[in-house]
């Protein structure tokens, strides 16, 4: 069976009048106040920074559990009037979605497990070489209540190459959406003389067992790239902004760059000439600029060449 979406999705929240409405827009509200809540015991220190791009895939599920932690930890803002003492968010890490907020079963007067909503969490390490989140996401629109969420959070250590996870706004959005999205722009937005169906997962519910099959599966995928969710678009607006968040005081996008020039081993000479190339990115100097820009560029080649000096002491 194949998807036949003619016309772009649309968003379909739940319901106002749903009994759990409320706390899924305090949810809301509680993820992105994330970043002034979370806090890390995990300190990363004698890292080279020709090392600094292997930080997502060892650190990437750890930040995720940290999260989970905070938004039990926020519960006065999701739960103001404790209406919901006995759920909690738990972590779930081999299934669909990977954080449930849940009735726990163990605790007094909870009969049965009783499922609020379900959050697929999924970290992005800001200074990663790809630029963009690498996730896949390949979960049926069934598999999906309309309470669901998709949540991506970008995050940094708080010195670039060493002390502890910071973390900033995150991407949030419908996860059912998402996934008609991503079917959607598979078979009529994306370029290419390729077969677009897609094969849609049957029989399926929100919440589904471990051994259930929930993905979408493309007829013909080359590339292995079905599922690449900000390859979508759907990022597109949001990415731009969070590549400008500051580290150091430097936007993000520029460490990134410049960590790329050590990205493979190179000469001296290639080195340097690459610096400069970025030295001119940064300050535009073939273009006009006032005297508040200026300072601000100058901060950050000055971080570039500090960062560079403690490289090769």
């Given at each position: ?20 409405y409320?706390?899924y827009?305090?949810?809301?509200e ?8 979370f ?9 080279l920074?020709?090392?600094i ?9 750890t ?9 039990n ?26 954080v ?5 079963a ?16 999924k ?21 999906c ?9 970008p ?41 677009t ?16 099959k929930?993905t ?7 590339g ?12 597109d607006s ?5 590549k400008?968040?500051?580290?150091c ?5 520029h ?20 610096l400069?190339?970025l030295?001119?990115?940064?300050t ?6 006032d ?19 403690q490289?090769?002491?």
């Amino acid at each position: 069976m194949t998807t036949l979406f003619e016309s772009e999705p649309e968003r379909n929240p739940p319901d106002e009048n749903w009994f759990g409405y409320e706390v899924y827009r305090r949810v809301r509200e509680a993820l992105f106040a994330l970043p002034t809540y979370f806090r890390s015991d995990t300190s990363i220190e004698g890292m080279l920074a020709t090392d600094i791009f292997t930080l997502n895939a060892a650190f990437g599920a750890t930040i995720e559990d940290q999260v989970v932690s905070t938004l039990n930890r926020m519960r006065e803002v999701w739960d103001p009037d404790e209406k919901y003492t006995f759920y909690r968010f738990v972590r779930q890490p081999q299934t669909f979605p990977d954080v449930l907020l849940k009735r726990d079963a163990s605790e007094a007067g909870a009969l049965n497990e009783e499922i609020l909503l379900g959050i697929e969490l999924k970290s992005w390490y800001l200074l990663a070489k790809e630029g963009e989140p690498s996730f896949r996401f390949q979960v049926t629109p069934d598999a999906c209540a309309n309470q669901d969420l998709i949540v991506v959070i970008p995050w940094a250590l708080n010195n670039v190459i060493s002390g502890f996870p910071k973390i900033f706004a995150p991407y949030v959005e419908l996860a059912k959406y998402a996934a008609e999205y991503r079917n959607y722009h598979w078979q009529y937005i994306r370029q290419t003389r390729s077969r677009t169906e897609i094969v849609i997962a049957e029989s399926i519910s929100p919440y589904p067992q471990k051994s259930d099959k929930i993905t979408d599966k493309p007829v013909y995928d080359g590339g292995n790239n079905f599922g690449r969710f900000a390859r979508t678009g759907i990022m597109d607006s949001y990415l731009e902004i969070a590549k400008k968040e500051s580290l150091c005081g430097i936007a993000a996008e520029h460490w990134l760059n410049f960590f790329k020039i050590f990205q493979e081993q190179r000469d001296e000479e290639y080195i340097n000439a690459e610096l400069n190339r970025l030295r001119t990115l940064v300050t535009g100097s073939d273009r006009e600029i006032d005297q508040q820009i200026t300072d601000a560029l100058e901060k950050i080649v000055s971080g570039i060449d500090d960062l560079l000096y403690q490289m090769q002491r």
